[in-house]
């Protein structure tokens, strides 16, 4: 997720403020809800609420991650897509096999929320991979 | 895409830094294009060209001539 604000650029400075704002408030609703914060709200129709408030740093991540490659030339721009595009097909690819595994060989649930943390762990691990944008 | 560029830029002695600056690119796009890590757009080749006052191909060798 950082990987890309490693850049002394004006955009990959934008992009670690926006980054460390998003993932600042995701934290804080995930701990709040771990710590019991929302207890006596959970199983009631305004649980989604909270549902939404802890989702919609997600999305604005993807935003920050969109306004740098916009903001980035044409190398960063084509090396972040090859990089997010790995990155997604990996967390998918291995995602799905669990789910095919608690369907077809009893493996233990996984809350489909782990997606996101998944799949920034495997661009982590695949940024430094992929330095190409042929 | 194999090119000229660093040799280019050696010439003048300037730094991968100082080549990103005057192209309006990061020093990263300057290092993959020397490195043949990025084939440039249409639009980059030729501001490469007129900055260093040559030709595209004479920068850029044609993979297809």
Redesign the interface.
Known sequence: MLTMSKQNTPAGRRYFIRTMAFMGGYVAVMLATIGGAFDAIQGKPVAWVLALAVSAPIAGQIWATLSFMRDSDEYVRAVTAKQFIVAAGVAMALFSAWGFGESFAGAPHAEGWLIYPLFWAIFGCVAPLVRSSN | MKNKLKLLRVERNWTQEQLGQAL???R??VN??ETE?????LD?AYRIAALFARPVEEVFENPHA
Do not use: I, R, W
């Open positions: 309006g690119v990061s990263q796009a993959a294009l890590k990025h084939d440039p757009s980059l």
